[in-house]
């Protein structure tokens, strides 16, 4: 016997297949054996090892699928080495696993499983026949059960296990749910359920969803990183768990995160879940309670920071890069905020690196108020803008808002800064405080005598815009947007904390103190408000209308760095999604609903400007680069296996 792997068996030209012989159990389990005629006439037996579906029938001219250049396709941003974006949706695929995946073993594979969705012909071609109940129905039909099943479940925590669940089990109906039901399962399968998710995540867990990385592997990474089954990934999402959410640090559980952010970029931006790989660093934590719990994962000793921490950081920075090459996306999320800062100036010109707390959550606001200025007026620069909050948000906000005033003015970058102004823990930040204040705080010290509060702030600055990031519930109060209020006709507010109870102020505060007037966007979703016989609809500037458009984006021109040009790029793209009906409804982001249109848009301008500034790899650059970005995008509808 010939043992080969994948990539020269498809190099192998001068071989043709006459045949996939029938398994018996034991061959079923080990692996596909293809008999097969080699170059002098006589046959053999060759061994194929293929990790994902593949498709071995002939094209209509006769050539084999698997003959086909794979970089002559792309889908969903990942190179189609197996054939299955070469077909067609109708087009049978053979669904290979490390073996063809059939009986039992196939109604466990969640990446083809189809549940009661397996027509006759398969259940007689899998050996499925006796393992399922005799009904065939549709993908349609098991989406209104599993939706009208969750929807019983009163308690949003039973909701987030039941699509766990159903992603474990059956990926396709997963994504096809969320996609399908985008506005009504997102707050359920990110923020604000995942908060709780990772708080009670030991006890919830069922097995594992992403790779874990310990102090006990430091040495061993790349070692590590091999061990996950698929090999062509493209966008890793990492965290250490040290600033989940609102919610501090929940150490190793905070992998809710990483997963719910790349069942995102599947969902929303079209990226195959099979190129996408969530992360945990776990370095301890210094969360008492964890410690304490019998349930808690992860390592129970006190986080490792300084030389011991870098080192290990470093080393898993490297381990990627060698592992899946350049042009992988590496995503920071809910690191405290010295390591943020930190991570990305040390990695940003080395590595194709993106932190979301900082880059997506600037970028998204930044959506946001390009579009406010179309009810409020003005230009950028005419605004004042007052942060409560001076963390990795607030402080990347501001500086994606003075690189756009810096663009559309041509004025310098340490200028447009002047015009916004920061409240931390010890109130305005100012000239008089500037020894005291961390690197990343001293570009928004300005001359200003010292004030306290966040209500004396806003009567000293009279801001246009409010922008709470704070992590702080209820910081917004009656007197503070009262006072907004009192001085512009429109106040913009912006209570961007997640998860809902960690945010600065309602909805419904909001449209009540400000007597119907404030134009009021939230991280987390709020339900519509009535007032004075008005129904208001809250915007939610929520991160999801960046990352998954932009990580796309990334992804289809072979981008090997981001460039802040790509954030205002994406910006603008989102802002030019929002329609004079949403505005009308007092709206400043576009509606869920569209989200993988808008994502496209997003990638198509990103793309665009990665091509305008020399950092795309993928040539030639496509002529209308929106059909390009949808014709990329995965899509969760059933195969037909031969």
Same mark, same amino acid.
């Given at each position: 016997?010939?043992?080969?792997?994948?990539?020269?068996?498809?190099?192998?030209?001068?071989?043709?297949?006459?045949?996939?012989?029938?398994?018996?159990?034991?061959?079923?389990?080990?692996?596909?054996?293809?008999?097969? $005629?080699?170059?002098?006439?006589?046959?053999?037996?060759?061994?194929?090892?293929?990790?994902?579906?593949?498709?071995?029938?002939?094209?209509?001219?006769?050539?084999?699928?698997?003959?086909? &250049?794979?970089?002559?396709?792309?889908?969903?941003?990942?190179?189609? /080495?197996?054939?299955? &974006?070469?077909?067609?949706? +109708?087009?049978?695929?053979?669904?290979?696993?490390?073996?063809?995946?059939?009986?039992?073993?196939?109604?466990?594979?969640?990446?083809?499983?189809?549940?009661?969705?397996?027509?006759?012909?398969?259940?007689? #071609?899998?050996?499925?026949?006796?393992?399922?109940?005799?009904?065939?129905?549709?993908?349609?039909?098991?989406?209104?059960?599993?939706?009208?099943?969750?929807?019983?479940?009163?308690?949003?925590?039973?909701?987030?296990?039941?699509?766990?669940?159903?992603?474990?089990?059956?990926?396709?109906?997963?994504?096809?749910?969320?996609? +399908?039901?985008?506005?009504?399962?997102?707050?359920?399968?990110?923020?604000?359920?995942?908060?709780?998710?990772?708080?009670?995540?030991?006890?919830?867990?069922?097995?594992?969803?992403?790779?874990?990385?310990?102090?006990?592997?430091?040495?061993?990474?790349?070692?590590?990183?091999?061990?996950?089954?698929?090999?062509?990934?493209?966008?890793?999402?990492?965290?250490?768990?040290?600033?989940?959410?609102?919610?501090?640090?929940?150490?190793?559980?905070?992998?809710?995160?990483?997963?719910?952010?790349?069942?995102?970029?599947?969902?929303?931006?079209?990226?195959?879940?099979?190129?996408?790989?969530?992360?945990?660093? +776990?370095?301890?934590?210094?969360?008492?309670?964890?410690?304490?719990?019998?349930?808690?994962?992860?390592?129970?000793?006190?986080?490792?920071?300084?030389?011991?921490?870098?080192?290990?950081?470093?080393?898993? @920075?490297?381990?990627?890069?060698?592992?899946?090459?350049?042009?992988?996306?590496?995503?920071?999320?809910?690191?405290?905020?010295?390591?943020?800062?930190?991570?990305? #100036?040390?990695?940003?010109?080395?590595?194709?690196?993106?932190?979301? +707390?900082?880059?997506?959550?600037?970028?998204?606001?930044?959506?946001?108020? $390009? #579009?406010?200025?179309?009810?409020?007026?003005?230009?950028?620069?005419?605004?004042?803008?007052?942060?409560?909050?001076?963390?990795?948000?607030?402080?990347?906000?501001?500086?994606?808002?003075?690189?756009? @005033?810096?663009?559309? /003015?041509?004025?310098?970058?340490?200028?447009?800064?002047?015009?916004?102004?920061?409240? !931390?823990?010890?109130?305005?930040?100012?000239?008089?405080?500037?020894?005291?204040?961390?690197?990343?705080?001293?570009?928004?010290?300005?001359?200003?005598?010292?004030?306290?509060?966040?209500?004396?702030?806003?009567?000293?600055?009279?801001?246009?815009?409010?922008?709470?990031?704070?992590?702080?519930?209820? /910081?917004?109060?009656?007197?503070?947007?009262?006072?907004?209020?009192?001085?512009?006709?429109?106040?913009?507010?912006?209570?961007?904390?997640?998860?809902?109870?960690?945010?600065?102020?309602?909805?419904?505060?909001?449209? /009540?103190?400000?007597?119907?007037?404030?134009?009021?966007?939230?991280?987390?979703?709020?339900?519509?408000?009535?007032?004075?016989?008005?129904?208001?609809?809250?915007?939610?500037?929520?991160?999801?209308?960046?990352?998954?458009?932009?990580?796309?984006?990334?992804?289809?021109?072979?981008?090997?760095?981001?460039?802040? !040009?790509?954030?205002?790029?994406?910006?603008?793209?989102?802002?030019?999604?929002?329609?004079?009906?949403?505005?009308?409804?007092?709206?400043?982001?576009?509606?869920?609903?569209?989200?993988?249109?808008?994502?496209?848009?997003?990638? #198509?301008?990103?793309?665009?400007?990665?091509?305008?500034?020399?950092?795309?790899?993928?040539?030639?650059?496509?002529?209308?680069?929106?059909?390009?970005?949808?014709?990329?995008?995965?899509?969760?509808?059933?195969?037909?296996?031969?």
């Amino acid at each position: 016997m010939i043992s080969l792997n994948r990539s020269s068996f498809l190099n192998n030209n001068s071989t043709s297949l006459s045949g996939i012989s029938r398994f018996s159990n034991t061959q079923r389990k080990a692996s596909a054996v293809v008999v097969a $005629v080699s170059s002098n006439g006589r046959p053999g037996e060759r061994k194929i090892r293929a990790v994902m579906e593949s498709t071995l029938k002939e094209t209509r001219e006769g050539a084999s699928v698997l003959d086909l &250049d794979p970089k002559s396709t792309v889908g969903g941003g990942v190179e189609d /080495t197996h054939g299955e &974006d070469t077909a067609s949706e +109708d087009h049978p695929i053979t669904p290979w696993t490390y073996s063809v995946a059939s009986g039992y073993t196939l109604l466990r594979d969640p990446h083809h499983n189809k549940g009661l969705a397996f027509s006759e012909k398969e259940r007689d #071609a899998h050996y499925l026949r006796g393992l399922l109940p005799p009904a065939v129905v549709s993908q349609e039909l098991q989406e209104r059960k599993i939706m009208n099943n969750i929807r019983q479940y009163n308690v949003p925590l039973q909701r987030y296990v039941a699509m766990m669940d159903l992603q474990e089990r059956n990926a396709r109906l997963f994504y096809k749910l969320l996609i +399908d039901h985008v506005e009504e399962l997102l707050p359920v399968v990110y923020t604000p359920t995942v908060g709780e998710a990772c708080q009670k995540y030991g006890s919830i867990f069922r097995r594992p969803q992403g790779l874990y990385v310990s102090l006990k592997e430091k040495g061993r990474i790349l070692e590590v990183l091999k061990n996950w089954p698929e090999k062509s990934i493209q966008v890793i999402v990492v965290t250490d768990g040290e600033r989940i959410l609102g919610l501090g640090d929940l150490g190793c559980q905070g992998m809710g995160i990483p997963v719910g952010k790349l069942a995102l970029y599947t969902a929303l931006g079209g990226v195959r879940p099979s190129s996408c790989l969530p992360v945990t660093i +776990d370095v301890g934590t210094n969360n008492e309670q964890l410690l304490k719990d019998e349930f808690y994962i992860g390592l129970r000793q006190k986080r490792a920071t300084g030389q011991e921490y870098a080192e290990l950081l470093h080393e898993f @920075m490297c381990a990627v890069k060698q592992n899946y090459g350049e042009k992988v996306l590496i995503q920071f999320e809910d690191f405290a905020n010295h390591n943020a800062f930190e991570l990305l #100036a040390k990695y940003r010109t080395t590595h194709l690196v993106f932190n979301d +707390d900082i880059q997506g959550t600037a970028s998204v606001v930044l959506a946001g108020l $390009v #579009a406010a200025l179309k009810l409020v007026g003005g230009t950028l620069a005419e605004h004042t803008f007052l942060f409560l909050g001076a963390g990795e948000a607030g402080t990347g906000i501001a500086e994606l808002i003075a690189l756009e @005033m810096s663009r559309q /003015t041509k004025a310098p970058l340490e200028e447009s800064r002047k015009k916004i102004w920061l409240v !931390d823990s010890k109130g305005l930040i100012v000239n008089s405080r500037k020894e005291s204040l961390q690197q990343f705080k001293k570009p928004w010290a300005h001359e200003h005598e010292p004030v306290k509060t966040l209500l004396d702030a806003v009567n000293a600055i009279k801001p246009t815009v409010l922008i709470g990031s704070s992590g702080a519930g209820q /910081t917004f109060t009656k007197e503070v947007v009262e006072a907004m209020a009192s001085f512009n006709e429109k106040p913009v507010v912006l209570a961007l904390s997640n998860p809902t109870s960690q945010s600065e102020c309602t909805a419904e505060q909001a449209y /009540t103190w400000s007597k119907g007037r404030a134009i009021f966007a939230s991280g987390s979703p709020f339900d519509p408000v009535e007032y004075d016989g008005k129904v208001f609809v809250p915007g939610q500037a929520n991160n999801a209308y960046i990352f998954p458009g932009l990580g796309l984006g990334l992804i289809i021109s072979g981008a090997i760095r981001v460039h802040d !040009d790509m954030l205002l790029a994406a910006s603008e793209a989102l802002a030019a999604q929002v329609t004079q009906e949403n505005f009308n409804k007092g709206l400043i982001y576009p509606p869920f609903s569209n989200i993988r249109k808008i994502s496209a848009h997003i990638a #198509a301008s990103v793309a665009a400007k990665a091509y305008e500034l020399g950092l795309a790899t993928r040539l030639p650059q496509p002529e209308n680069l929106v059909e390009y970005a949808e014709s990329c995008m995965y899509s969760p509808a059933y195969r037909n296996y031969r």
